[in-house]
T-cell receptor, first 112, second 114 residues
Framework: ETGVTQTPRHLVMGMTNKKSLKCEQHLGHNAMYWYKQSAKKPLELMFVYSLEERVENNSVPSRFSPECPNSSHLFLHLHTLQPEDSALYLC???????????FGPGTRLTVL | AQSVSQHNHHVILSEAASLELGCNYS??????LFWYVQYPGQHLQLLLKYFSGDPLVKGIKGFEAEFIKSKFSFNLRKPSVQWSDTAEYFC????????????FGGGTRLMVKP
């Protein structure tokens, strides 16, 4: 248990659905991250937030929309996804942008 | 663009064998280097990290890694593996002046036979 929780742990959705992934960190950190882990591809950084402001958006399609309402919570809003978006989505947090990241268990997403 | 290469995708060892997993990166400036491990059914966790100083870094569970700047490498080693080391290992790099934007390697799956 790293102090980073993610819900739901598993999600199956159709291409026309709208869903949200939630991440919460209990570590008092100021930076949070979304990563995508696909089969046979390296872990990819999607978004970075520091002090609730987005500092990085790695050319992620607009069907993924992050939200960071406060330093403890991070959401990833999903709409009109494609089957190739099926993957494990990992959340991480760090004390600030210079310190090591702590990862959550991930949400296994399947898009039908 | 910065990239991280882990050339060994799958490694199978017997218990007590020595381990070395390769990691090479492409960025020429100052970097911070990490090894993460993901045990079956568990989340990614930090094994060790290098920011500066002694290029030989000691981590948890008897792991160590050596930063060789001239070779752009940060190989992970353990003198004697155990069955419980079965996991996937990820090397990650971030540029010192680029915030905490980790670039990960593709991972190496290690299986240790009892």
């Amino acid at each position: 248990e790293t102090g980073v929780t993610q819900t739901p742990r598993h999600l199956v959705m159709g291409m026309t659905n709208k869903k949200s992934l939630k991440c919460e960190q209990h570590l008092g950190h100021n930076a949070m991250y979304w990563y995508k882990q696909s089969a046979k591809k390296p872990l990819e950084l999607m978004f970075v937030y520091s002090l609730e402001e987005r500092v990085e958006n790695n050319s992620v399609p607009s069907r993924f929309s992050p939200e960071c309402p406060n330093s403890s919570h991070l959401f990833l809003h999903l709409h009109t996804l494609q089957p190739e978006d099926s993957a494990l989505y990992l959340c991480a947090s760090s004390q600030d942008l210079r310190h090591e990241q702590f990862f959550g268990p991930g949400t296994r997403l399947t898009v039908l | 663009a910065q990239s991280v290469s882990q050339h060994n995708h799958h490694v199978i060892l017997s218990e007590a064998a020595s381990l070395e997993l390769g990691c090479n990166y492409s960025y020429g400036g100052t970097v911070n280097l990490f090894w993460y491990v993901q045990y079956p059914g568990q989340h990614l966790q930090l094994l060790l990290k290098y920011f500066s100083g002694d290029p030989l870094v000691k981590g948890i569970k008897g792991f160590e890694a050596e930063f060789i700047k001239s070779k752009f490498s940060f190989n992970l080693r353990k003198p004697s593996v155990q069955w419980s080391d079965t996991a996937e290992y990820f090397c990650a790099v971030n540029r010192d002046n680029a915030g905490n934007m980790l670039t990960f390697g593709g991972g190496t799956r290690l299986m240790v036979k009892p």
